[in-house]
């Protein structure tokens, strides 16, 4: 059962087709959102990005949903029945372009460069997220595990597992939700494993060894 329909848009006219918050709201967001037992798609009715919809902690007006057992022994069925969800109940919920405010690669570009990026593995049972966090200086990825006003937090070009199943391609961003969150560590994009220490003492000055302790 794939997990794409949110995929990367590619192309110039990508920017375009993100919709406007009126727009959003009327027509709705596509999401994808799994819990411990199901995923579930569908539309939510929010006029700002999914984000910070979800980190209202408020239930979400949604429509269009179907679901499926998250091991993807049946296929999506509809349960047109459900009218909102609660974001409690959502450990991941799948991000493309559609949820995302309409704004230009400068304006992107400028805010990301008050982060610093950290290639992470989240582990939130039953799921493994890997892929990148930005955060302001002196936060490091270990203190997500702290409790926190924001609920959810995005991981960009992230894929989710489902122990060795990966379920999809690379998303724009993968919206944890940090009650679930158990465990964290920094690790190699190519293998999404803890980066291999090299043998001999460290020259001096901070390594990318003690950051991923």
Not at 2 to 21: E, N, Q, T
Not at 114 to 120: L, M, Q
Not at 136 to 148: I, N, V
Request: proline share 8%; glycine share 8%; charged share 30%.
């Amino acid at each position: 059962m794939p997990f794409d329909f949110l995929r990367r848009r590619k192309g110039p006219d990508a920017a375009a087709a993100i919709p406007s918050a009126a727009t959003r709201r009327d027509r709705g967001t596509p999401f994808d959102g799994l819990t411990d037992e199901w995923r579930i798609v569908g539309q939510m009715h929010v006029d700002r990005r999914l984000s910070d919809a979800l980190n209202k902690r408020e239930a979400i007006e949604i429509s269009g949903v179907r679901w499926a057992p998250i091991d993807g022994s049946e296929p999506l069925t509809d349960a047109s029945g459900f009218k909102t969800v609660d974001p409690y109940d959502l450990i991941l919920v799948m991000a493309g372009e559609a949820s995302l405010p309409p704004l230009t690669e400068a304006e992107r570009a400028a805010y990301k460069v008050h982060k610093i990026a950290y290639d992470v593995a989240l582990e939130v049972p039953p799921f493994r997220v890997i892929g990148t966090v930005y955060l302001y200086p002196g936060s490091e990825p270990d203190r997500l595990l702290d409790r926190a006003t924001e609920m959810f937090v995005p991981i960009v070009d992230a894929v989710a597992f489902l122990g060795t199943q990966s379920l999809g391609e690379a998303m724009d961003a993968i919206l944890v939700n940090r009650f679930y969150l158990r465990g964290i560590e920094q690790v190699d994009r190519r293998t999404g494993e803890r980066h291999q220490k090299f043998p001999g003492a460290p020259l001096g000055g901070v390594s990318w060894q003690d950051r991923s302790r």
